[in-house]
T-cell receptor, first 113, second 114 residues
């Protein structure tokens, strides 16, 4: 069974640009969540989607948005990039409602210059 | 706000040593606690603990939960250099039926020297 797949793996953008990251969950998993990981803040929750609906949102500005498609694939978008957005962005998938674990993709390393 | 605190933040041991990593939590409507190992990119799932006092074991790794004292420990026996990684503890936020907003601790960086 294929794991969680994220694309691209690496990305370099300049300040002010926008970026879209993609995530394909494990087959059969309908919940997709996104996390930002930085050395200073650790892993922080961005948002979670289930059946194309955002169910939870973390404490991030409105520049961070996401969506989920009918096939459970998800995208997150960051507009007007800032240097502080440089981070590893991790996508995780899980069965719902009471899954037996949350499984992570390899992440997208975003560098904003 | 949910809180997960791990200790120590870093640990250096020699191959063959046994280590204990700690995780304490304050979580509304607690359901479970998860342990992950992160080497380079993706955190890989180790254990999910829901019941107090029941040890979960996988090879040289084991973990146990104490719901009364609100903590969990992860033990690694006979450590190997391949155990070097960041070990993360996380608790799902349990609200409205969704179990998938995880609050993570800062992690414990374990370095196993040959």
């Amino acid at each position: 069974k294929a794991g969680v797949t994220q694309t691209p793996r690496y990305l370099i953008k300049t300040r002010g640009q926008q970026v879209t990251l993609s995530c394909s969950p494990i087959s059969g998993h309908r919940s997709v969540s996104w996390y930002q990981q930085t050395p200073g803040q650790g892993l922080q929750f961005l948002f979670e989607y289930f059946s194309e609906t955002q169910r939870n949102k973390g404490n991030f500005p409105g520049r961070f948005s996401g969506r989920q498609f009918s096939n459970s694939r998800s995208e997150m978008n960051v507009s007007t990039l800032e240097l502080g957005d440089s981070a590893l962005y991790l996508c995780a998938s899980s069965l719902d409602p009471r899954g037996m674990g949350v499984f992570f993709g390899q992440g997208t390393r975003l560098t904003v210059v | 706000e949910d809180k997960v605190v791990q200790s120590p933040l870093s640990l250096v041991v020699h191959e063959g040593d046994t280590v204990t990593l700690n995780c304490s939590y304050e979580v509304t409507n607690f359901r479970s606690l998860l342990w992950y190992k992160q080497e380079k990119k993706a955190p890989t799932f180790l254990f999910m603990l829901t019941s107090s006092g029941i040890e979960k074991k996988s090879g040289r790794l084991s973990s146990i939960l104490d719901k009364k004292e609100l903590f969990s420990i992860l033990n690694i026996t006979a450590t190997q250099t391949g155990d070097s990684a960041v070990y993360l503890c996380a608790a799902p936020h349990n609200s409205g039926g969704s179990n998938y907003k995880l609050t993570f601790g800062k992690g414990t960086l374990l370095t196993v020297n040959p």
